[in-house]
């Protein structure tokens, strides 16, 4: 549901502007000079805002645009929006979480439910004090992890997009990960650290993967981190992931990380040209790390578990 802030109505009455109104006949033929763009423009805006002031006359019209812009320059919804999308470092944000516990809320939740409720105080949490329109939408997202996972795989899982999406929808007009939450952007518009954010750090459980696994993760299952043979049995996933970078290469908005998600992309296209053996994705995703801590973002490593081996299909942040 759209966050609107109406600005207060001229107060009625006798005003500076109503008295400015009522001498307008100064100005009924003015000399030739006077007719310049500016002065018609001043003209026009004076006579607009003096009508809109008079008593009894129309009521101002609201402008949805400018509503919404109002309400976001509001510092509790930018606050409370910055905690939960984690702009503009993106450095462990609330949402992360939150796509975690929803993809293992299925499995776990029938088990310990108290534990996804209280994901839900913490979004809560985040919101408190901001407009009534966010408030409301982080409620509507608290109150699927209070109700839902003890549903286990019953669950709503279109509940949960649902919500999710009317908490990026509040937050779109300041915060660049919920506006890109909703969908794709202009090309070449997406901050290069939130790209990053969304292959190192960012749960699956919206994307063809379903799982709580960070992209990388489920890249190795299919490419490997070092050598192997790519699964033909899972093609179908390779594509999708291939379509998943080029979106997140058309869409970035630095040159060293495109061409690093470039390199990561190779392999998955060469599975998919017909080439079923991966070198890996250590070197590709290196230069990708490296790319990434220049434009600014922080990334965990390259995908190595404690082990020193590759990450498993069933990690998360749980």
């Not at 994901?119 to 992890?145: M, N, Y």
């Not at 992209?215 to 594509?239: I, K, Y």
């Not at 404690?306 to 942040?317: C, H, N, S």
Request: aromatic share 8%; glycine share 10%.
């Amino acid at each position: 549901m759209p966050l609107l802030v109406f600005p207060g109505r001229a107060a009625r009455g006798r005003s500076s502007c109503f008295f400015l109104g009522q001498n307008t006949a100064l100005f009924s033929h003015p000399p030739r000079s006077w007719f310049s763009p500016v002065a018609l423009l001043a003209g026009a805006l004076l006579l607009s805002a003096c009508q809109s002031a008079v008593p009894g006359g129309p009521e101002p019209e609201e402008d949805p645009a400018a509503s919404t812009a109002a309400a976001a320059a509001d510092p509790a919804l930018v606050g409370a929006c910055t905690t939960f999308w984690g702009d503009p470092d993106y450095a462990d944000p609330l949402s992360r979480v939150v796509l975690d516990r929803a993809a293992t809320a299925p499995e776990i939740g029938p088990s310990d439910p108290f534990f996804y409720a209280m994901t839900g105080d913490d979004v809560e949490a985040a919101f408190h004090g901001a407009p009534e329109g966010a408030v409301e939408a982080a409620s509507g997202l608290a109150e699927w992890f209070r109700t839902q996972p003890e549903q286990g795989e019953e669950l709503d899982a279109a509940a949960f997009t649902t919500a999710w999406e009317g908490v990026a929808s509040v937050c779109a007009p300041v915060s660049a990960a919920a506006a890109w939450a909703l969908g794709p952007g202009d090309d070449g518009t997406k901050p290069a650290a939130l790209a990053c954010a969304d292959v190192f750090d960012t749960p699956g459980t919206l994307n063809h993967f379903g799982n709580a696994n960070v992209l990388t993760s489920n890249m190795f299952a299919l490419v490997g981190r070092t050598p192997q043979q790519v699964p033909a049995e899972r093609l179908e996933d390779v594509q999708a992931t291939a379509d998943l970078l080029a979106a997140e290469i058309t869409a970035v908005d630095d040159d060293a990380v495109r061409a690093a998600l470039e390199q990561v992309r190779t392999p998955f296209q060469d599975a998919l040209d017909g080439d079923l053996w991966s070198d890996g994705l250590q070197d590709p995703l290196v230069a990708l790390d490296t790319a990434c801590g220049a434009a600014g973002y922080s990334t965990p490593g390259i995908g190595q578990d404690t082990d020193g081996g590759d990450a498993g299909e069933d990690e998360g942040l749980v």
